[in-house]
């Protein structure tokens, strides 16, 4: 769901390490999630999607992992990188009879130590 | 891949004075575009959906009278900032979207705009 006015929590990893970032929601009849990635000063890139038929989606050397019953989402990213450091949002798209919109999570801030 | 043009990436204006900022899909005609404003350390707030020759649908709380939405091509919408003050000083991010369900590939950002009102 919307999390308007929150500051964002942090993630600091040392570099090589695994990081995981986790993201909650709140409606049990959600059926499709994204994860995006945003850099300093620019736009949400996506990452990664799932939809509620599965558990787990791998990409490259990301996982998101879908708990249906706790209504939780993560992102895994094996091997953190410098260059991996930014925010992370999990996003839920709405019904097309609201326009399709995409509705973002808090986000997490992740840094990666060198 | 598809592609966002957000213009211009940065913006100072007078307090009062009006600002125009412009999102061009490149490669693709986006039949719905959203536009977001995203304080610093926050997550992305919504604030319209526009879809091509309509008028825009507004977030709660968003004023509709002071960020006017013109989505009047497939390829162009903008978002113009009225009155503007000091707390409309902000990250303003447009996204796109296809008419075809493209799931999480069909939404492509703009780079942003950052707006200082002084």
């Known amino acids: 769901g919307e999390s308007v006015g929150l500051h964002l929590p942090t993630l600091s990893v040392q570099e090589g390490d695994n990081s995981i970032i986790n993201c909650a929601y709140s409606?049990?009849?959600?059926?499709?999630f994204i994860w995006y990635k945003q850099e300093s000063g620019k736009g949400p890139q996506f990452i990664i999607d799932?939809?509620?038929?599965?558990d787990k989606r791998q990409g490259q050397r990301v996982t998101v992992l879908l708990n249906k019953t706790v209504k939780h989402l993560s992102l895994q990213i094996a091997a953190t990188q410098p260059g991996d450091s930014a925010v992370y949002f999990c996003a839920e798209p709405k019904g097309l009879n609201q326009g399709g919109k995409l509705i973002f999570g808090q986000g997490t801030e992740l840094s990666v130590k060198p | 891949g598809a592609v966002v043009s957000q213009h211009p990436s940065r913006v100072i204006c007078k307090s009062g004075t009006s600002v125009k900022i412009e999102c061009r899909s490149l490669d693709f005609q986006a039949t719905t575009m959203f536009w977001y404003r995203q304080f610093p350390k926050q997550s992305l707030m919504l604030m319209a959906t526009?879809?091509?020759?309509?008028?825009?649908t507004y977030e709660q709380g968003v004023e509709k009278d002071k960020f006017l939405i013109n989505h009047a091509s497939l390829t162009l919408s903008t978002l113009t900032v009225t009155s503007a003050h000091p707390e409309d000083s902000s990250f303003y991010i447009c996204?796109?979207?296809?008419?075809?369900w493209g799931g999480g590939y069909g939404y492509t950002f703009g780079s942003g705009t950052r707006l200082t009102v002084v």
């Open positions: 996204s796109a979207r296809p008419g075809a």
């Open positions: 526009s879809n091509e020759g309509s008028k825009a």
């Open positions: 409606n049990s009849a959600s059926d499709y």
């Open positions: 799932i939809r509620s038929n599965m």
